[in-house]
């Protein structure tokens, strides 16, 4: 069962969730600095993180129908849709740009998410997933939403896009500081300091996948068994010509 749209928003409203956001947000700015003229779809609870997303074309968030939606944004036209997570109601291809957080752990239905995620995004457009870390800080804090559900390796993440007919591009981790108030103040820092010295993983995976590329399947030009085997066999003497021959009679291997 799915966090209920309030709860996720509480957390955000919390030091907890305010940190998480900050680090978050600053990884997805590095991965997709200008999306000027480009279509942007949330899937999930994303609308944290959808605001650095202003200068783009078109900026939507579809939350799962199991969560609940909140109206997005507040002060403009809403922008915000419930929807079923295995239909969600967009055309193929639509998309250049799709964030998904709080999106497949607790998905009823993660592949069939997937998919439909995979069938809306652009020829070259790219996804990023968040999702928490398998044996992460954060995966085993039930007080904030990445404490539930089904938390991924890395290569389990990577298996599951290449299911949906993605491949994966880039990876990285986020939120390395415990969710506990002591350590949230020094985040920022700790972000930096910890991958260096300690090899833990952090409480988030964030990977980018892209579409992937159609590979034409050419059928092999059919050849005779007589070529194959040309420079096997021997060619055969050519025959001495009787008299009623007028000329010489040769064997071509065709």
Not at 11 to 18: H, I, K, L, M, T
Not at 38 to 54: A, E, K, M
Not at 77 to 106: G, K, N, Q, W, Y
Request: hydrophobic fraction near 45%.
């Amino acid at each position: 069962m799915r966090r209920p749209v309030e709860d996720l928003n509480r957390f955000y409203q919390s030091p907890e969730g305010a940190a998480a956001r900050r680090l978050i947000d600053r990884k997805l700015g590095e991965a997709w600095p200008d999306v000027r003229g480009l279509d942007v779809l949330g899937i999930g609870y994303c609308t944290p993180y959808l605001d650095r997303f202003n200068e783009a074309r078109r900026v939507l968030s579809a939350m799962p129908a199991s969560q609940g939606a909140e109206i997005w944004p507040a002060d403009m036209r809403v922008r915000s849709v419930l929807v079923e997570e295995e239909a969600l109601p967009f055309p193929t291809a639509l998309f250049d740009r799709i964030l998904m957080v709080h999106a497949l752990e607790e998905s009823p239905v993660p592949q069939g998410l997937l998919l439909e995620a995979s069938r809306l995004l652009a020829p070259n457009g790219r996804l990023i997933l968040g999702v928490a870390a398998r044996g992460g800080f954060w995966a085993h804090a039930e007080k904030t939403p990445f404490g539930y559900g089904q938390p991924y390796s890395r290569m389990q993440l990577e298996a599951a896009l290449r299911d949906a007919e993605l491949e994966p591009l880039a990876w990285s981790y986020a939120l390395y500081a415990p969710p506990f108030s002591p350590f949230l103040r020094w985040s920022g820092a700790l972000e930096n300091i910890l991958p260096r010295m300690w090899p833990i993983t952090g409480g988030l995976i964030l990977m980018e996948a892209g579409r992937r590329p159609f590979i034409a399947h050419t059928a092999r030009p059919q050849k005779s068994i007589l070529q194959e085997l040309r420079g096997v066999l021997t060619p055969a003497q050519q025959p001495v010509p009787t008299s009623r021959d007028h000329a010489p009679v040769t064997r071509e291997l065709a």
